[in-house]
C-alpha cells in the first residue's frame, strides 16, 4: 500500500462540496470574510504558485530564509483560531474523528491529511499541501490541541510522497496566542452578503481532489490576515535591510522603520509577480482604476479602492480605500497595475490616517 492510498483509507468519507467552499467565504466591501471561524477573520484568496514565488521573493529582498518563521506563525495562528471557539476542536489522536478539522481544510485549499504512526514520535502525511510550512504548522497545533500536549516538528516534502511531518512531545509551556494590533482597520462585517460579480468571482471553480481546488485552472487557497500579520512580527527582529528590488519605490508614513523595511520587501515582491504574469492595464481616465481595483485587488479579497483621483499631468494618481487585507500586498499589486498600464517605473507614498489607507503613485521620475 502506498502513502496515498494509506491516506484514503484514513480519510472522512465525506467531499467538500463547492457549495461548502464558497458559502465559508462571502466577499463583501473588498474582503473575505470567514463564516466558520469568525465574520471578522478576513483572508486573502491567493494562487498557491504566486504565494510561493510571492515568499521567494521576500526571502532575496531580506536575505533571510523564512520558512521556519512562517510555520511557526501558522502553528500560533491556528492555536489562536481554535481557541476562539468558533468551531469544535479536534479531539482524540486519530485524525479520522477530526471531521470539523477536515472541513476547515479543505475550505481553505490546504490539502488532506493522515495519520502514518504513533509512537514514540508521531507523524502525518498531508497529501497535495498547499504550503509546506503553513501546512506543519497548522497541522501541529490541531495535533496539539488534540492530545494537550506541546510538540516540536519537523517537516519534509517530496513531489511524489507528499509532506510528513513529525512531532515529538515537548514539555515546553508558552502563553496562549492574542490577537496582533493592525495599524489599519476594516469596516466590521455584520451580516453576510454578496459582492456584485460574486459569481464571477467563483467561476470556473473545480474540486480536484479533497482539499485541492482551482479556479480558472490556477489552484488557489485562503490565508488569513491573522496569520500574515504573525508571520511579519517573526520577521521583525531579524531584518536590518533590502538587499534585493526597488524598496526606494516605496514611502510608508506613520510606520516604524523596521516594519517599514518588511512593507517594503513585500510590496515589491508583489510588484514583481504582478507584472511578470504580463497582465493588460488599460487606464482611459481615472473612474477606470475602480474596475482595475476591483479585478485585481477585490476579486481575491485584497481590498476595495473607492476613489482615484488624478495629483499631477505625468500620470500620478492618489487612491482612497474602504477596506485591505495588507497594505504592504494590496499597494504592491497597484503599483504594479500603474507601471503596466503607462509603461514605466513609478513610485508609491502610502499613509494611514485615522486608521484608513491612502496611496499616491507617482512616475519614478518626473518628465520635464
Known sequence: MGFFDFLRTN???????????????PLENGIYSDAMRGRNEIAWRVGTGWFELWFQGLERR?????????AHAALEHEEYMIGLGTSDSPTGRDPRTWSRTSLLWETSGLGRFGLLEDEEES?????????GPICSGVITASWE??????????????KEDGLVVTLTQ??????SPKPPNLEWKNPSVLSPGKDAGSEENWQDLRIDSPGKWSIMGDRRMFIHLDLMRRFEEYCLPYIDAIHDGRSESFIWEGIESTRSLWWSAAADSARERFVSEGHHVLVRNNSDWIQVARRHLSR?????????????????????????????IS????LACWERAFGRNGRLNAVIRDSKLTIEIRPAREIS
Open 123 to 131: 507523524r502525518l502525511l498531508i497529501e497535495n499541501p498547499s504550503s
Open 62 to 70: 531580506t536575505a533571510q530564509s523564512l520558512g521556519r518563521r512562517l
Open 300 to 328: 481575491n479579497g485584497l481590498g476595495e479602492v473607492t476613489s482615484a483621483e488624478s495629483t499631477s499631468e505625468n500620470g500620478g494618481v492618489a487612491f482612497n480605500f474602504s477596506s485591505t487585507f495588507h497594505p504592504a
Open 331 to 334: 499597494s504592491g499589486i497597484l
Open 11 to 25: 480519510s472522512r468519507n465525506t467531499e467538500t462540496s463547492e457549495d461548502q467552499i464558497i458559502g465559508r467565504w
Open 145 to 158: 490541541a488534540a492530545t494537550g500536549k506541546r510538540h516540536r516538528f519537523l517537516w519534509s516534502e517530496g
Open 170 to 175: 515537548d514539555d515546553a509551556k508558552f502563553p
